[in-house]
């Protein structure tokens, strides 16, 4: 029963690197959200999904990339890190109830840009 | 467009004492009203949800939430704070049409301390 699982769940880089954060779930659920968090912002969705295959932005979705290749997996890229994508970042998934989605999140995963 | 306002970013009880966490939000259509909570170092969960039956809807671990539409509210209370309840409360929004494929709105979060 694990949920919504992120890996890894802390990662440091240095400017201009890459990586990517791995978000899988095994509810079988239609959604999938990738969200970032910053003191006295709330949370802010980066990139989302409605299904395998499928991708979209949300509300700060520049610097990043996302790919849905299996409905359970959600991964997001980032190219050429930046510090101000210093953060932490939230996966999310929920099944297909429109405007009344309720999100499962996961743990977290926390990365700092040096 | 759909907002959510939260006011006060900390709030601090003492045990036994009222919690009230006040959410205020802005929809041209009537939405749907959520409040999750996030304890230190995990994710948010869900608290309860407002999807158009009662008004007021109750939560886990004794919360609960009244929808006033004429005050475009849906503020979270507890009758009696528990040193457990301290944590981040967030409220949210989303469309009840489905616009924005449903996506919530978050607040930007009320951390909420509990003296003993």
């Known amino acids: 029963n694990a949920g919504v699982t992120q890996t890894p769940k802390f990662r440091v880089l240095k400017t201009g690197q890459s990586m990517t954060l791995l978000c899988a779930q095994d509810?079988?659920?239609?959604?999938m959200y990738w969200y970032r968090q910053d003191p006295g912002m709330g949370l802010r969705l980066i990139h989302y999904?409605?299904?395998?295959?499928?991708?979209a932005k949300g509300e700060v979705p520049d610097g990043y990339n996302v790919s849905r290749l299996k409905k359970q997996n959600f991964l997001l890229g980032l190219e050429s890190a930046a510090p101000s994508q210093t953060s932490v970042y939230f996966c999310?998934?929920?099944?297909?109830?429109?405007?009344?989605?309720?999100?499962?999140f996961g743990a977290g995963s926390r990365l700092t840009v040096l | 467009a759909q907002s959510v306002t939260q006011l006060g970013s900390h709030v601090s009880v003492s045990e036994g004492a009222l919690v009230l966490l006040r959410c205020n939000y802005s929809?041209?259509?009537?939405?749907?009203l959520f409040w999750y909570v996030q304890y230190p170092n995990q994710g948010l969960q869900l608290l309860l949800k407002?999807?158009?039956?009662?008004?007021l809807v109750k939560g886990i671990n004794g919360f609960e939430a009244e929808f006033k539409k004429s005050e475009t509210s849906f503020h979270l209370t507890k009758p009696s704070a528990h040193m457990s309840d301290a944590a981040e409360y967030f409220c949210?929004?989303?469309?009840?049409?489905?616009?924005?494929?449903?996506?919530?709105?978050f607040g930007k979060g009320t951390k909420l301390s509990v003296k003993p």
């Open positions: 509810m079988n659920h239609e959604y």
């Open positions: 999310a998934s929920s099944p297909h109830i429109p405007g009344a989605n309720v999100l499962t």
């Open positions: 929809s041209s259509v009537p939405p749907y």
């Open positions: 407002y999807t158009s039956a009662a008004t």
């Open positions: 949210a929004v989303s469309d009840r049409d489905g616009g924005s494929q449903g996506n919530l709105i």
């Open positions: 999904s409605v299904g395998e295959g499928t991708t």
